[in-house]
């Protein structure tokens, strides 16, 4: 990730190689989580700004109950990030965090905001629609075409077939497709709208 601002970002194809891009420095966990908070903020306008609990152990108490993955919750407006879930994202990159930190985000202004779509999948693509925009909006990170890979890698690898499942967050494929919309939209000047339901 790159501390500027590219309109122009260019969005990858899926079939890019990874080898084929230059290795890059990865940012740690603190900088990504601080730099996207603080940027998806700026875009809300400091407004209804979720608390942020980050580093959770797995099954720690919280008002949701006990967090065993990242979630947002409602009933104290936080986000809760899990130690285990940044272990995971970096197994992609920093960029993937990125992701995770936009994607719980969003489940928090969907909630602030009263549009949450009531069907599990499709408040969960949303989410990853919104988080794509998000980090294409940020005016303080920039994120290069192995970033997008590293976000869509996890968005495939989190992608589940639980059909009927209240679990169901959406296929591999339909979630990558989700965010990678996200990331172009916020280009393309959609932004937001792209995600509507
Ligand atoms: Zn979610």
Redesign the pocket.
Known sequence: MKALKALTTALVSLSTVLANIPVKAEWAPKAVVDGVYAGIQHIHGYKATPRLIWDVAKGSPSRCGRVYGSLYCKLNHTVYITRQDIQMAYHFGDAALAYIVA?EYA?AMQTAYGFEPRITPIS?LQ?DCLAGVYLGLIPNIVFDERDTLEIASLAYHIGDYDWGSRHH?GTPEQRVKAVVLGMRSAVNGKSFAACRV
């Open positions: 994607h489940h969960e989410a967050h």
